[in-house]
């Protein structure tokens, strides 16, 4: 039995308190830029910097609250497809939406 | 997700299976404990993967549809209160602190610890539905819920509505100002389907709160504390990603 225990504590890695606190205050920093970011008029690049502050604070999340950082290379691997595979549709999806009219105005 | 009951009651009859000696919480078809974790924690990310096509959807929809109907999309937003919105946010994010908190309180073995973690999960949780509910009873009232009693007033006389007047709405024609309802439908379809998710989650959180204080989870099988974090953290994302298209991104869009 102890065996078997000490071998499975030895690969799972815990992530400290600290580290959580950290990812913690990141994320409250994110999230108070990017409200005021939102009161600036930066035109276009209003919406840019929302989807840009989304998309870190979404990666920090991953990576360390959700322990991909730690995990092993197959759970690497799986997000990392299922995120390749949502953009690739998302992608393909907006690319028809936007040419589908190309020339007929 | 496999839970720990396991631990239990099969304590007695582990000597059964066993030609070695093993946790009882390790099931006959996997070699090792590792191994069973590893197959859980893909499992699961799995099925997070079938959640990220299914929000997904909902997000490509709102991004095509703001796209055509961008003034609408623009006006309607306005609707939005964005001190409700951060003030969710919020709420989220520490419900998120919380239960990697807890997930280490598990794999510490710390069981008051891991009580109290889910406690404040849960807490956060029921107070991020309850400023949904606020938000929700307002749309209500300004009859913004899609249906038969759908009211275009806040669009067509912008100056009649506290919320449109203050963000300097100019009156919508007709035909655009209908099209806020589009936004109002996917509103509510996403921050509808994302409020479901939490309480599926909060409903577990409280399964797993009866079950912490029993020892369930700090006897080293943290499998299932694991998961239910990841899910809550995936809720989370979405919610990170719907803050700023529903709330944010239009707020100087109309000049």
């Not at chain 2, 299914?54 to 937003?77: C, D, E, K, M, Q």
């Not at chain 2, 589009?182 to 409020?195: I, K, P």
Request: glycine share 6%; proline share 3%.
């Amino acid at each position: 039995m102890t065996d078997q225990k000490e071998m499975h504590e030895s690969q799972h890695h815990i992530v400290s308190p600290v580290t959580y606190a950290i990812v913690f205050g990141a994320l409250l920093v994110f999230t108070a830029l990017t409200v005021g970011a939102s009161y600036v008029e930066m035109g276009i690049f209003n919406p840019i910097a929302a989807i840009l502050i989304a998309c870190i604070k979404a990666m920090i999340v991953v990576l360390f609250f959700m322990h991909v950082k730690y995990s092993s290379k197959l759970t690497k691997l799986t997000v990392f497809c299922g995120l390749f595979t949502f953009l690739a549709l998302i992608g393909m999806t907006l690319a028809d939406y936007i040419s589908r009219a190309w020339g007929q105005w | 997700m496999s839970d720990s009951t396991a631990i239990a009651h099969s304590a007695h009859d582990a000597p059964e299976h066993g030609h070695e000696e093993h946790p009882a919480y390790l099931r006959h078809h996997f070699e090792n404990v590792e191994q069973q974790a590893d197959a859980a924690g893909f499992a699961m990310w799995l099925f997070l993967l079938t959640e990220v096509m299914f929000f997904g959807g909902l997000f490509t929809a709102y991004l095509i549809y703001r796209n055509w109907y961008y003034p609408a999309f623009v006006a309607a937003s306005h609707q939005l209160d964005i001190f409700w919105g951060s003030l969710n946010t919020l709420l989220l994010i520490s419900s998120s602190f919380t239960m990697a908190m807890g997930v280490w309180c598990a794999e510490t073995r710390k069981k008051s610890g891991l009580v109290l973690c889910l406690v404040l999960t849960f807490i956060l949780g029921i107070g991020f539905l309850g400023i949904k509910t606020i938000e929700y009873k307002e749309k209500i009232e300004k009859h913004h819920v899609p249906g038969f009693h759908y009211s275009l007033n806040s669009f067509l006389n912008p100056d009649s509505d506290e919320a449109a007047k203050k963000a300097g709405d100019q009156p919508l024609p007709l035909d655009m100002a209908r099209h806020t309802e589009v936004y109002f439908s996917l509103y509510f379809a996403m921050t509808g389907m994302h409020a479901l998710h939490m309480i599926i989650g909060i409903a577990i959180l409280g399964f797993m709160i009866y079950r912490a204080q029993a020892g369930a989870y700090t006897a080293g099988h943290v499998t299932f504390v694991e998961n239910f974090g990841l899910y809550w953290h995936f809720v989370d994302i979405v919610w990170i990603f719907l803050f700023p298209l529903l709330y944010l991104i239009s707020r100087h869009a109309n000049t």
